[in-house]
């Protein structure tokens, strides 16, 4: 079965400190990677994608992350955090399903909470 | 431009109550998808339109959750009767793009609908 496993559950950090939080994906089909923050009581918002090119790819807000094929993994990095980073941050694989007349289906993995401390 | 509206942002009801939600995609997006993150998980897609047809409904519990999509703009999803189980935000989010090929747009998603079943 096709997933996404976000490896932290939580990660906790000082302000200015660099950060990683790590995506790994199975699939065997291509894919397009997706980063997602979401803030207290709102939606998702948008990060960054990987749909082809360049597999070092830049975000809003200061975020990069790093498509590695052999890997299957889509690590998310910023290299000094601030106090407004801390939420909880989504990756998410797009998957075309082939059965289902190849549409793609967005799958997310369980989620990091990133917590910046003073 | 306009975000993705949904509405109400709030519902608590009783269990075996109905209830249903509402969205309004963004204008010209062809492609609407209904998502439940129940707490402490990633977002699980339920349904996914391209205009007012369904595409993906696989993971969308037929015997009490329907959606439709009017003329291909807005979109309801109802639960009747609500478990506890299906306490959980409900997002939806819409794309520009069509739902197959390269996601080049992305997806935008609303503040959701937080639902408590008591």
């Known amino acids: 079965a096709q997933s996404v496993t976000q490896l932290d559950s939580q990660v906790p950090v000082f302000e200015e400190a660099p950060v990683e939080l790590r995506c790994n994906y199975s699939s065997s089909v291509s894919v397009y990677l997706f980063w997602y923050v979401q803030y207290p009581n709102q939606g998702l918002q948008l990060l960054l994608k990987y749909l082809s090119g360049s597999t070092l790819v830049k975000g809003i807000n200061g975020f990069e992350a790093e498509f590695n094929k052999s890997q299957t993994s889509f690590h998310l990095r910023k290299p000094s955090v601030h106090i407004s980073d801390t939420a909880e941050y989504f990756c998410?694989?797009?998957?075309?399903?082939?059965?289902?007349?190849?549409?793609?289906?967005?799958?997310f993995g369980a989620g990091t909470r990133l917590a910046v401390h003073p | 431009e306009a975000g993705v509206a949904q509405s109400p942002r709030y519902k608590i009801i009783e269990k075996r109550q109905s209830v249903a939600f509402w969205c309004n995609p963004i204008?010209?997006?062809?492609?609407l998808y209904w998502y439940q993150q129940i707490l402490g998980q990633g977002p699980k897609l339920l349904i996914q339109f391209q205009n007012n047809g369904v595409v993906d409904d696989s993971q969308l519990p037929k015997d009490r959750f329907s959606a439709e999509r009017l003329k291909g703009v807005d979109s309801t999803l109802k639960i009747q009767p609500a478990k506890l189980e299906d306490s959980a935000v409900y997002l939806c989010a819409s794309s520009l793009g069509r739902a197959t090929g390269i996601p080049n747009y992305g997806y935008t998603f609303g503040s959701g609908t937080r639902l408590t079943v008591v």
């Open positions: 204008s010209g997006h062809a492609t």
């Open positions: 998410a694989v797009t998957l075309q399903l082939m059965f289902s007349g190849g549409y793609n289906k967005l799958i």
